[in-house]
């Protein structure tokens, strides 16, 4: 069973930086892909980055030169750090492998 848990979120001014962790058990982060998304209150689910199996990334405008994703192989674990927060980006971030998503961390942008 493809098991996620994220930790990492938590209240931040912003300008201000978090690192988001995404543990994987019973799948192998090195042949697949993991994908964070968010969700703001009251919107929809909105895709924010992705990391392939060989470590290429891709990010959403919104985030992009804010956000950085990476990997850990070793320990089946990916991040995601978020620099230059903004109000605009408090949400509930997931990470998810194929159809399978985790519980989340709640990310709080204010001041």
């Known amino acids: 069973e493809v098991q996620l848990l994220e930790s990492g979120g938590g209240l931040v001014q912003p300008g201000g930086s978090l690192t988001l962790s995404c543990v994987v058990s019973?799948?192998?982060?090195?042949?697949?892909?993991v994908t964070w998304v968010r969700q703001a209150p009251g919107k929809g689910h909105e895709w924010v980055s992705s990391?392939?199996?060989?470590?290429?990334?891709s990010y959403a405008d919104s985030v992009k030169g804010r956000f950085t994703i990476s990997k850990d192989n070793a320990k089946n674990t990916v991040y995601l750090q978020l620099n230059y927060l903004k109000t605009e980006d408090t949400a509930m971030y997931y990470c998810?492998?194929?159809?399978?998503r985790g519980q989340g961390t709640q990310v709080t942008v204010s001041s």
């Open positions: 990391i392939s199996r060989g470590g290429i990334s």
């Open positions: 019973g799948f192998s982060i090195s042949t697949s892909g």
């Open positions: 998810g492998l194929g159809i399978t």
